[in-house]
């Protein structure tokens, strides 16, 4: 287990629940996004004018490109899903590109996209239900035919194990890779797989995790 | 058919000299190259992806943004069996559920 998430210290056995858990390098990482987070979210509206500087403009332009993009994926009915979307962007983004700071990506941990990707689960399911009632919801999966019913349920139930498994394969592959890089030539030529694992897989990935849940809620709602 | 059996018998021995562990890891990491080859599919589905949306982009260049975001999306979806793939490789090499079977 090279390539597991370090322990980096065990909750001591008398806490209740959570006594003689480890809690490894995800955890931590993804402690320092949540400050990273709040802080930039805190901050950014701390200093809102008229007059947009630096930072004012890079964060409306993110709140804009997400209220776009969702207008335009999943409909204008729906826009109320662009703060979780773009939570879910801005958190998956800073995870993927923590590698470039030496530390190890969240999302190269299983637990992580399994977590992101079941509250995608649920949302689809629940707001499923919502727009279409219990009954007619369930109804859906027994067309065209009865026949099909389970080819449904499994493929419904596919959906958060594909999308769990794309993110976590795909930023493990990076950590792998840069590893051995890593142990091949320490020097200058780990930059380029920075730039292609960490950069360009890392926002790509992004991109298609927030626009595959849009993309099945949207489904589900319609 | 004489001859056969010996080659066989010989082989058996051969295979039997080392310990149970040893087989299963070199086992699984003859598997996990073989899961590897999974990763044919999504080149050539990406790669498809990837040409028509030259194609598409060559026909109607002021619809770019669309096809690209269309093009990408598709070419993740086509990713997904590859990188199933590589997790049983993953598995096979770092998580290696068959040696725990043989304590």
């Known amino acids: ?222 | 058919m004489q001859e056969g059996n010996e080659i066989i018998k010989a082989l058996f021995d051969w295979i039997s000299g080392y310990d149970k562990k040893t087989l299963v890891l070199a086992a699984s990491a003859i598997g996990a190259g073989l899961a590897m080859i999974a990763g044919i599919g999504p080149g050539i589905g990406q790669g498809y992806a990837a040409g028509k949306g030259a194609e598409a982009v060559g026909r109607q260049p002021e619809a770019q943004g669309d096809i690209i975001g269309t093009m990408l999306l598709g070419a993740a979806v086509a990713e997904t069996t590859g990188i199933y793939g590589l997790i049983v490789a993953l598995i096979l090499l770092f998580a290696n559920p068959l040696v725990r079977l043989l304590m």
């Open chain 1, 1 to 222: 287990m090279e390539f597991a998430p370090k322990i980096h210290f065990t909750i001591p056995e008398w806490v209740p629940l959570l006594g003689g858990t480890g809690v490894t390098e995800t955890v931590t990482t993804t402690w320092l996004i949540m400050i990273l987070l709040t802080v930039l979210g805190w901050y950014s509206i701390r200093v809102l004018d008229e007059i947009p500087g630096p930072l004012q403009n890079v964060v409306e332009m993110f709140v804009e490109s997400i209220q776009n993009l969702t207008a335009s994926s999943m409909g204008p009915d729906k826009l109320g899903f662009a703060p979780y979307m773009g939570t879910l962007a801005l958190y998956i983004l800073a995870a993927n590109l923590a590698g470039l700071f030496a530390l190890r990506p969240p999302t190269a941990d299983l637990n992580t996209t399994m977590a992101l990707s079941f509250i995608t689960f649920i949302s689809i399911h629940y707001y499923g239900m919502k727009r279409k009632g219990v009954t007619e919801y369930f109804k859906e999966f027994a067309r065209p035919m009865p026949l099909i019913l389970p080819l449904n349920i499994i493929g419904e139930l596919s959906t958060p194990i594909s999308l769990s498994f794309r993110l976590f394969g795909n930023m493990l592959g990076g950590v792998i890779i840069m590893y051995i890089v890593y142990q091949l030539i320490p020097f200058a030529l780990p930059v380029l797989p920075h730039i292609y694992f960490d950069l360009f897989a890392g926002v790509l990935q992004t991109f298609i995790f927030v626009m595959l849940s849009m993309v099945f809620i949207s489904l589900a709602m319609d």
